[in-house]
């Protein structure tokens, strides 16, 4: 019996969207299921040996706030000079306190479990990302390439 398969396309490069694609991999893969991310334009950032990802809390209304700030804290102050910084160091201390594995740890794991990680080659060309700033073991490849894996899939997801 040919295993299932999940395809994932990882578009976003930001700490708070790093996450589903990797634990979404890692636990299908850990299921038997035959698994693919495509990352194109921003979400190629989670495949760099040294990502820098922040989370905004602009624009992201369902992220929880420290101290109820959602509730009195004007959304303008979230713009403020400093705030991104602020609320992604607050965000990775959260994760540490409570035990969540980091992006590096998430990605690691994958690629044990064999997840397929393909970095798009036209937005690499588009930004003039040099390969050797991604981690190893990725493959690259364009959208036609991916869609005779994700044409076939069980799950595809738009991530």
Do not use: H
Request: net charge negative; proline share 7%.
């Amino acid at each position: 019996m040919e295993p299932k398969k999940l395809a994932i396309i990882a578009t976003k490069g930001s700490l708070d969207w790093a996450y589903p694609p990797f634990i979404l991999a890692s636990t299908a893969a850990a299921l038997g299921y035959e698994v693919q991310v495509f990352f194109t334009f921003y979400g190629l950032q989670l495949l760099k040996k040294k990502p820098n990802l922040e989370v905004t809390p602009l624009g992201n209304p369902g992220m929880p706030m420290p101290m109820g700030m959602d509730k009195w804290f004007p959304v303008l102050g979230l713009a403020l000079p400093g705030m991104q910084a602020l609320m992604t160091a607050m965000m990775k201390q959260k994760m540490k306190s409570k035990g969540v594995a980091s992006i590096e740890e998430l990605r690691a794991l994958c690629l044990e479990a064999d997840v397929k990680m393909i970095a798009c080659q036209m937005t690499v060309d588009l930004f003039d990302m040099p390969k050797d700033e991604f981690i190893d073991g990725v493959e690259y490849a364009g959208a036609a390439a991916f869609f005779e894996f994700a044409g076939e899939s069980d799950i595809c997801l738009y991530i």
